[in-house]
């Protein structure tokens, strides 16, 4: 398996241009938001029926999408998981407060946003030049949240 530095130095390849930079800043957040966002919108019915009514909400396909990355952020860094473990605590409670709002519903709000950060992606790359890394290998969709993150760390001197 890959460490964290030796996937960052792939994506780095594809991410050069300071523009798409820009806008991965913005898209990718939005995109890891919007995606568990949707995912937020879709029940695990044989789970909810077993679960007190306050709690049915969590009952939910974000869950496991969200434990699924964590074990891949695990995998390639112990402090690149913890940051991501806050980071999508807090997208899986934006996407609780936002699912009891009726207008818009949520799966409205977060396709919209997932169509509009999608676009800004591949306006990104064409700026830059390069395909996307994820056409390469999927699993640069968990990269591209933890490559942001990791821009950060090193800002802060937070080791990777």
């Known amino acids: 398996m890959k460490t964290a530095e030796q996937w960052f130095a792939e994506y780095d390849e594809s991410h050069r241009h300071p523009t798409n930079k820009r806008v991965h800043w ?15 919108c879709v029940p695990i019915p044989f789970v909810t029926k077993f679960m007190p009514e306050p709690f ?7 869950i496991p999408l969200v434990l699924g990355a964590l074990i891949f ?41 997932f169509v509009v950060a999608w676009i800004g992606q591949f306006w990104g790359h064409k700026v830059e030049g390069k395909k996307p890394s994820f056409l390469k290998d999927l699993q640069f969709l ?8 990791a821009v950060l760390y090193r800002r802060w001197n937070i080791p990777i």
């Not at 049915?56 to 974000?62: E, F, R, S, T, V």
């Not at 990269?143 to 993150?149: D, E, I, K, N």
């Open 26 to 40: 913005v898209c990718v957040p939005a995109i890891l938001f919007s995606t568990i966002a949707l995912f937020w």
């Open 56 to 62: 049915q909400l969590w009952a939910n396909m974000a």
């Open 73 to 113: 952020y695990f995998r390639i860094s112990t402090s690149i998981f913890v940051g991501m473990f806050f980071v999508a605590s807090l997208a899986l409670f934006a996407s609780f407060l936002l699912s009891t709002l009726q207008n818009p519903p949520l799966w409205a709000l977060a396709l919209g946003l």
């Open 142 to 149: 968990f990269v591209g949240p933890a490559w942001v993150l």
